[in-house]
């Protein structure tokens, strides 16, 4: 075995690993989980397509992976939206999501569904996820170094950061100055090859980094819903009890970096 065919099975089953903990974790159904779900299931999907656990067509895999890359900057547009600081903020990223996928539609329909328009593509869907992941991050990362609020969010999104920082390099070596077609104008296999576990190291590793922050994300959601659940019975009891502190003040601060 090679070192590509060991990472490629790593990395996919590094893959595989967010998806059952989302699952088992309930976290399909909260927010815009299931996006990221759906995110790491199609890119799973492709990678077992390529290293030849799924037997298909070359055809399939090369419109998969096309579909995987169209697909990949509106999702994490649309799952980011769980690191948004205000609603509207919120309404201004579902917006751009929709935009860019408007910007791919008209690409496509121009040049065709083929590597050219995903290069297109990939290149300004790249920035905007790294620019918000980095946005994110910084904010988060303070939260929870300053006060101790977070933390599954700033793991969370640094595995995001990691893995597109990666992704980003690899777009930018492999498409624009496309470093594995060498002088002749024959394509280096070496260079691929080397691409490829590059790309499977980072997806290793950005998966691992995601699991950990799911993992501490799930108690401090828990605790979010254990919270609301007593603030809705402290509401009951005390309907006809007049306050003059609200009881929002004491109970709620445990998820005021929901918006801050």
Same mark, same amino acid.
């Given at each position: 075995?090679?070192?590509?065919?060991?990472?490629?099975?790593?990395?996919?089953?590094?893959?595989?690993?967010?998806?059952? !903990? /989302?699952?088992?974790? *309930?976290?399909?159904?909260?927010?815009?989980?299931?996006? &990221? @779900?759906?995110? $790491?299931?199609?890119? @799973?999907?492709?990678?077992?397509?390529?290293?030849? $656990?799924?037997?298909?067509?070359?055809?399939?895999?090369? $419109?998969?992976?096309?579909?995987?890359?169209?697909?990949?900057?509106?999702?994490?547009?649309?799952? @980011?939206?769980?690191?948004?600081?205000?609603? #509207?903020?919120? *309404?201004?990223?579902?917006?751009?999501?929709?935009?860019? %996928? @408007?910007?791919?539609? #008209?690409?496509?329909?121009?040049?065709?569904?083929?590597?050219?328009?995903?290069? /297109?593509?990939?290149?300004?869907?790249? &920035?905007?996820?790294?620019?918000?992941?980095?946005?994110?991050?910084?904010?988060?990362?303070?939260?929870?170094?300053?006060?101790?609020?977070?933390?599954?969010?700033?793991?969370?999104?640094?595995?995001?950061?990691?893995?597109?920082?990666?992704?980003?390099? #690899? $777009?930018?070596?492999?498409? %624009?100055?496309?470093?594995? %077609?060498?002088?002749?104008?024959?394509?280096?296999?070496?260079?691929?090859?080397?691409?490829?576990?590059?790309?499977?190291?980072?997806?290793? &590793?950005?998966?691992?980094?995601?699991?950990?922050? !799911?993992?501490?994300?799930?108690? *401090?959601?828990?605790?979010?819903?254990?919270?609301?659940?007593?603030?809705?019975?402290?509401?009951?009891?005390?309907?006809?009890?007049?306050?003059?502190?609200?009881?929002?003040?004491?109970?709620?601060?445990?998820?005021?970096?929901?918006?801050?």
């Amino acid at each position: 075995m090679t070192w590509n065919s060991i990472m490629g099975f790593v990395s996919s089953f590094a893959l595989l690993a967010p998806i059952i !903990l /989302i699952l088992v974790l *309930r976290l399909g159904r909260y927010r815009s989980f299931p996006v &990221l @779900l759906l995110y $790491y299931s199609s890119v @799973l999907i492709y990678n077992l397509l390529t290293e030849g $656990y799924i037997n298909a067509d070359h055809s399939v895999e090369y $419109y998969w992976g096309l579909t995987n890359n169209v697909m990949d900057t509106p999702l994490m547009i649309f799952f @980011l939206t769980y690191f948004s600081t205000s609603k #509207i903020f919120t *309404r201004k990223m579902r917006v751009l999501a929709l935009s860019f %996928i @408007l910007f791919e539609i #008209i690409v496509i329909a121009t040049i065709g569904f083929n590597i050219d328009a995903i290069t /297109i593509i990939m290149g300004p869907g790249l &920035l905007i996820i790294f620019g918000l992941c980095m946005y994110f991050f910084i904010r988060h990362a303070k939260l929870a170094i300053e006060n101790r609020k977070a933390t599954g969010k700033a793991v969370i999104i640094s595995s995001l950061l990691f893995g597109y920082g990666c992704y980003t390099i #690899i $777009y930018l070596m492999y498409y %624009i100055f496309k470093a594995h %077609i060498g002088a002749d104008g024959k394509v280096n296999a070496q260079y691929m090859n080397d691409t490829f576990l590059i790309y499977f190291i980072a997806a290793s &590793l950005s998966s691992v980094i995601m699991c950990i922050g !799911l993992l501490i994300e799930r108690k *401090r959601i828990q605790k979010l819903q254990e919270l609301k659940v007593t603030r809705k019975e402290l509401s009951t009891i005390y309907t006809e009890t007049k306050r003059a502190v609200p009881l929002r003040t004491a109970i709620l601060d445990f998820d005021r970096d929901q918006w801050n």
